[in-house]
């Protein structure tokens, strides 16, 4: 047998190599640890930004999320983006020349395209160079989405919109053949005719869904443009993959230079943020840009928090608390806000809650007694749904409650509306349940659909304790769950659930674009999930449809939203604040709403240093 | 029988499985699986519209020919391009498999190698404080979530609360000191969690072969304790390890890197993986579960050549 000694001294050794082996790896590695990639070259301005999830591709077909915009905004030009800084946003031209002139009747839009502005060289094009961006570009482009090859789902915006287009898909989709409603006289003049007045298209072409493709890079790309886009814009794509997407400055930009007066720079508010320095410079500033997608809160944080490996990220809510000294206002703890800057800007959009008016258990029916039961039902579960509390318990308090469907950060907002509808009011909702029959046995089973996530879970858990207190038998309000948000979506669309808490994101700052959520004709499987029918709603919003902006639409959009709320259709709601963090050595004003894939091009970084 | 007879007739019995494994999980995929419809029109599609998706996603075939379509294209190793970002399946694959196996190499070579030194000084000591000591560490490994350990690892090693020596992020590699200045933490976070099982499993396996007589016949002898580790014990005891290790390796490439590439940024086969079951990518999750399946066959094929070169007393049948 062998001694004691000898087997401890091997024991010894065998810790003392693996010891040795761990700590030349950490050697060899912190050789070039400076919290800086060691790829990066000195001297270059990259920045950096964490975005919370990945964008499916980046063909602007497909561009429907925010995270796609970011990205398919910088690669691709539109014919009109937003203002920088101007808040509220402010719609300006880009590929355009100017703002269109508009007819008369409001249906013919003609839109100037700025000379000299050229895609990017690719092998797609003769010679592999770039050649003159035109109005057949555009026209081509917007004949994309009604191509069902494309399986574009951006075609909503045009669809029974423009004249011609959707006989023209009808026909079979041969861009041989013109559209009525798309023509380009000339190779920089845009002629865009509508079957009726439709004042938010200008919004539209600002959209990643208009971004310009050049008919080349199809016919060679096809899907794969999804991953190989060729556009005109500030940046083109070095790498994509699932966890990031690198840009890197389009050498063949046009001349663009910072006009920070234009872009509604304004030093009251944005005095202290470095910005006056980008004035005149060209665009874009920086040289590079990184965009990760992090989906993971304290992965996201930490790779901030870390100096230098990330400029500019969002804040998860539950660590509001961890950074923030106060909420009202939001205000940085000292020693983040000497590193960071801060925006806390209400999100362009907001959570809600509706029923399905399809469902005979909460909607309407054929019994009017029944439907005016049913109604009553719908009020007192609203009643006693408590914003309150889920603004406090998830958001830190630093949601905006408001009733209605028109969002705060909608010019057509009505700050003095009255708040009883979303002020909880539990012996409220207990005298219009007994005022309308219903008791705990009488009461139907509420099926709460939620796509599968702990999250989810909890929201359902506080909305069953508050239907509790209004008293709603807890076995009768029964928890189904999705694997996906694809499959709860799903159900939705296919009227399954009758109560569906979901959040919208406005594609443009127009109420028309949540008023849209309660018009009948988008009855699911369109986006009006709640399938409200109601003839007065919809002749009201036919009318606002084809009216400009001003106090005449505005008042009508109010009516509607009146009627949202007096029907008991949706609770509503709630703007969740993001709030973004940026380096301060960065010059930048980050914005996740309907500049976010616009601002890019505007960051300064120091230049590298390695 | 000879070895290639051998080796033809392993790989026809494994086409049942791999249709077993293929059929099943396709049935999965198309009952079960995400919709991609809803993701793909548009904010107020028409059910004409919704019938149109399905049709160019191919929702609207027969089950059985879409499975046929899916038999040809793991034949012809052509999967056509990923429904979600219209790559190439190919590209995709080629792309993400190499960083995974770049990145889990280290970590599971050596979480392997320690477990089995562990294993080793564990076993010769057996009943012993060193013996406790390691299994008792072994013990605590196992049992803090790998999540834990990650995030742990993350902020000591990555965080301006920690040490802040290596990135929390990402993969730029291109050079021997920026391949172990991505791989070091992800490889520190995986021997961590690994050594412990793997050191309880050897160990396991090496005290049963340390009760043999040929081990009390060479101690007798005073055979050196390295000499008698090496060649009387671990060679007897290659097989369960050439098991674990073989059949470890499908298990690595797909589902074991999802964490550490979904917290460190790293675009490798796991986080591909769990994008295509979310996402609902049917051309890449057919082809991952395919190529698994049919990795599968060849490491059972690889292990059963392995085990004859170890043990010459196992037949080739």
Request: glycine share 8%; with cysteine.
């Amino acid at each position: 047998m062998m001694s004691i000694q000898k087997r401890g001294a091997m024991g010894s050794r065998f810790l003392a190599v693996f010891a040795i082996v761990i700590l030349a790896q950490m050697l060899g590695a912190c050789s070039c640890s400076d919290n800086t990639a060691p790829t990066e070259q000195a001297g270059l301005k990259v920045y950096r930004v964490a975005l919370d999830q990945t964008p499916r591709d980046l063909d602007p077909a497909h561009s429907s999320t925010l995270y796609q915009n970011h990205i398919v905004l910088n690669l691709y030009d539109t014919l009109y983006s937003y203002e920088y800084l101007a808040r509220p946003y402010k719609l300006k031209p880009r590929l355009a020349v100017e703002l269109p002139e508009v007819s008369a009747d409001g249906l013919t839009y003609t839109i100037r395209l700025r000379k000299g502005v050229r895609f990017m060289d690719d092998p797609a094009f003769e010679e592999g160079k770039g050649r003159e961006v035109t109005a057949a570009d555009v026209v081509y482009s917007l004949k994309r989405h009604f191509d069902p090859e494309t399986l574009s789902s951006g075609d909503w915006f045009w669809k029974n919109r423009i004249k011609g287009l959707d006989a023209w898909k009808e026909a079979g989709a041969d861009y041989a053949q013109p559209v009525e409603g798309l023509q380009a006289p000339d190779s920089h003049t845009l002629v865009i005719r509508l079957t009726k007045p439709y004042p938010q298209l200008v919004h539209t072409l600002a959209q990643g869904y208009a971004g310009v493709v050049p008919r080349e890079a199809v016919a060679r790309y096809g899907r794969e443009l999804a991953t190989h886009p060729v556009g005109s814009g500030p940046y083109k794509l070095e790498k994509f993959d699932s966890t990031q997407v690198v840009l890197v400055r389009n050498p063949g930009y046009r001349e663009d230079r910072v006009d920070l007066a234009a872009e509604g720079f304004d030093p009251a508010l944005h005095g202290g943020l470095g910005l006056e320095r980008i004035d005149g410079l060209a665009l874009p500033i920086s040289d590079r840009v990184h965009v990760y997608f992090i989906a993971e809160d304290t992965a996201r944080v930490t790779s901030l928090t870390k100096g230098g490996e990330l400029h500019t990220a969002r804040l998860p809510a539950l660590m509001y608390e961890q950074f923030l000294a106060s909420t009202e206002p939001a205000a940085l703890k000292s020693q983040y806000a000497e590193q960071f800057n801060m925006v806390a800007g209400l999100e362009s959009g907001f959570v809600y809650m509706n029923f399905n008016l399809d469902d005979p258990d909460f909607g309407v029916t054929d019994d009017p007694a029944q439907s005016a039961r049913n109604k009553a039902l719908r009020c007192a579960i609203f009643k006693g749904f408590d914003w309150q509390l889920r603004n406090s318990a998830y958001y830190s308090n630093l949601g905006e409650i408001f009733p209605g469907i028109i969002t705060p950060t909608v010019p057509e907002f009505d700050p003095n509306l009255p708040r009883d509808t979303v002020t909880r009011d539990v012996p409220g909702a207990k005298k219009l349940l007994t005022e309308a029959g219903w008791n705990a046995d009488n009461l139907p089973e509420l099926v709460y659909g939620i796509p599968s996530s702990v999250l989810q879970t909890q929201y359902f858990e506080q909305f069953r304790g508050f239907m509790g207190d209004i008293g709603y038998p807890r076995d009768k309000i029964v928890l189904k769950r999705y694997a996906t948000f694809g499959d709860i979506a799903k159900a939705w669309r296919n009227s399954e659930l009758p109560l569906i808490y979901k959040g919208w994101t406005l594609d443009y700052p127009d109420a028309e674009n949540t008023l849209q959520l309660f018009y009948g004709p988008n009855a699911a499987p369109g986006s009006n999930d709640s399938n409200y029918r109601n003839p007065a709603y919809d002749r009201l919003f036919e009318e606002a449809s084809v009216m400009q902006p001003g106090t005449n639409r505005t008042a009508i959009y109010r009516r509607m939203n009146q009627m949202v709320i007096d029907d008991c259709v949706s609770t509503t709601g709630l703007s969740r604040t993001q709030v973004l963090l940026w380096d301060k050595r960065v010059a930048a004003y980050p914005d996740r709403g309907f500049v976010g894939g616009f601002y890019f091009p505007y960051v300064d970084v120091p230049a590298q240093e390695r | 029988m000879g070895l290639i007879p051998f080796i033809v007739r392993k790989l026809l019995g494994g086409i049942p499985l791999v249709l077993g494994v293929t059929f099943i999980s396709f049935l999965l995929m198309v009952y079960f699986g995400p919709d991609r419809t809803n993701e793909i029109v548009g904010k107020n599609p028409t059910a004409e519209q919704i019938a149109e998706v399905r049709a160019q996603l191919g929702y609207d075939k027969p089950f059985f020919a879409r499975y046929v379509d899916y038999l040809t294209e793991l034949v012809t190793l052509d999967f056509g391009l990923s429904a979600s970002s219209g790559q190439r399946v190919s590209t995709v694959l080629a792309t993400a498999v190499p960083i995974t196996l770049a990145l889990m190499a280290p970590g599971f070579v050596l979480g392997n190698l320690l477990g089995l030194g562990f294993a080793l000084v564990a076993a010769y000591h057996r009943g012993r404080w060193l013996d406790k000591a390691i299994m008792g560490a072994s013990v605590v490994g196992m049992s803090i979530s790998f999540l834990i350990v990650v995030i742990f690892f993350q902020l000591l090693f990555c965080s301006s609360m920690g040490l802040n020596w290596f990135p929390s992020r990402g993969w730029e590699v291109d050079s021997v000191s920026s391949y172990l200045y991505y791989v070091t933490v992800p490889t520190l976070a995986v021997v961590f969690v690994a050594l412990g099982y793997n050191t309880r499993f050897y160990r396991a396996v090496l005290v049963e072969e340390l009760n043999r007589d040929h081990v009390r016949t060479a101690l007798a002898y005073g055979t050196p304790p390295a000499r008698l580790l090496c060649r009387n014990v671990l060679k007897n005891a290659l097989i369960p390890i050439i098991t674990r290790v073989l059949f470890s390796i499908p298990l690595v490439l797909i589902s074991g890197s999802l964490i550490i590439e979904t917290y460190f940024g790293i675009p490798g086969a796991g986080k591909m993986t769990y994008d295509a079951i979310t996402q609902g990518d049917q051309p890449v999750l057919k082809a991952v579960v395919g190529l698994t399946a049919v990795l599968f066959v060849f490491t059972l094929l690889l292990a059963d050549m392995l085990y004859r070169l170890v043990d010459p007393r196992v037949e080739l049948t």
